[in-house]
């Protein structure tokens, strides 16, 4: 189940600012994606040893107590859907997208959105996604996962590096 892509010595000046990884919506999925997630966000020197996540410095602590105010993640609504609130940060759960991304970030040195089951977005939500991957701020991740990618537009497709588990 593990792609070569979770072997692969972690770059980050070469990791790309978008991905879709196509996978069901597992424990291990989600562990090896969150796992990646955690080097894009960790702080210590990855000059020593990339492939090694610290779980010491302050940005993987937090992530560790799902309190990394650089992070957020994006989960279908009551109705099993995603729409353009989720994103926009309509509700008190959630920041939004552009704010965590705009903002600067507050113990890592990135911000990461982390959109699961992407097939449920609705139209709208999918044009707002578009915009955000047209022009991504800098130092800014976005983290798609879908088990049915052709659910999504093309034009979403074609701005992300597409990743099978």
């Known amino acids: 189940m593990k792609a070569d892509f979770f072997n692969k010595e972690f770059n980050l000046h070469n990791t790309s ?22 080097k894009i966000l960790c702080t210590s020197d990855k000059d020593k040893d990339v492939s090694i996540i610290c779980n ?28 353009i609130g989720s994103l926009r940060g309509d509700s008190d759960k959630n920041r ?4 965590v991304l705009n903002e600067t970030s507050l113990i890592s040195n990135a911000k990461v959105i982390k ?7 609705n139209e709208e939500a999918q044009n707002y996604l578009l915009k955000i991957l047209e022009e991504p701020p800098k130092n800014s991740y976005i983290i798609i996962l879908s088990s049915r990618p052709f659910k999504l537009k093309k034009t979403i497709l074609s701005r992300l590096i597409r990743i099978n588990i």
């Open 56 to 83: 010491e410095c302050k940005s993987c602590k937090a992530l560790n107590g799902n309190s990394n105010p650089d992070y957020l993640q994006i989960f279908p609504d009551d109705k099993d859907k995603i729409g």
């Open 17 to 38: 600012h978008a991905y879709l990884f196509e996978c069901k919506d597992s424990n291990e999925s989600h562990k090896l994606i969150d796992n990646f997630i955690k």
């Open 115 to 121: 959109i699961n089951c992407a097939e449920k977005l």
């Open 96 to 99: 939004g997208i552009i704010n």
